[in-house]
């Protein structure tokens, strides 16, 4: 079977640091997803790891480590428009442009 | 481009009434798939086509739900009858061929929130 893992809710303080984790457990992998969906809208794509390590975009960064079966985002300098759900979602066949499996998603809340 | 567009937004319906969903994916875009939403299983892939073929409906819940791409620019999900548990947010989205961009990002459509009464 495929399963997602993610922390159902997190807060943290305007201007922190959080880091929302994720771990899978997949028959294959051929990629990491993470998007962003704020209350009532569409998901939107944030970054996208294949390789292990650490991918840096802006404010945001995404690690991969495909040993593990982890990967964490982590937002910096958090802003109140970053209260939205986080959803964590894995390509798990080796080849091709095949289907995603989504995590059921991180609510996080930034307080002033 | 206006991206990925979905109609209607928003679906009232009594149970057992029929309910089509309409989709237009982004132009050139060779993928498109249909995700159902809810609190309890969060988002589940539905069905997916490539180039106007269904190439996975192993999603999809049972024979009330049926999926068409009649052509590249348009597709639709049909719940007939309709049932209270089908009440999701159903979500399109579509994304390019194979080996044009990495990542082979999906984008997602505005979304159609369903409600059956």
């Known amino acids: 079977g495929q399963n997602i893992d993610q922390p159902t809710e997190m807060t943290a303080t305007e201007g922190a640091i959080v880091q929302i984790n994720c771990t899978y457990q997949t028959s294959g992998f051929n990629g990491l997803f993470w998007y962003q969906q704020h209350a009532g809208e569409a998901p939107t794509f944030l970054s996208y790891n294949v390789l292990d390590g650490l991918e840096e975009k802006g404010r945001f960064s995404s690690f991969l480590s495909r040993s593990k079966g982890y990967s964490y985002l982590l937002l910096k300098e958090l802003q109140m428009k970053d209260s939205a759900s986080y959803l964590c979602?894995?390509?798990?066949?080796?080849?091709?442009?095949?289907?995603?499996?989504f995590g059921k998603g991180t609510r996080l809340s930034v307080i002033a | 481009d206006a991206g990925v567009i979905q109609s209607p937004r928003h679906e009232v319906t009594e149970m057992g009434q029929e309910v089509t969903l309409r989709c237009k994916p982004i132009?050139?875009?060779?993928?498109l798939f249909w995700y159902r939403q809810t609190m309890m299983r969060g988002l589940e892939l539905l069905i997916y086509?490539?180039?106007?073929?269904?190439?996975?409906d192993s999603g999809m819940p049972e024979d009330r739900f049926s999926a068409k791409m009649p052509n590249a620019s348009f597709s639709t999900l049909k719940i007939q009858p309709s049932e209270p548990r089908d009440s999701a947010v159903y979500f399109c989205?579509?994304?390019?061929?194979?080996?044009?961009?990495?990542?082979?990002?999906?984008?997602f459509g505005p979304g159609t929130r369903l409600t059956v009464l």
């Open positions: 979602a894995v390509r798990s066949q080796n080849s091709g442009n095949t289907p995603l499996v």
């Open positions: 989205a579509s994304s390019e061929r194979i080996g044009t961009q990495q990542p082979d990002t999906q984008y």
């Open positions: 132009s050139g875009h060779d993928y």
């Open positions: 086509f490539n180039n106007n073929v269904p190439i996975d």
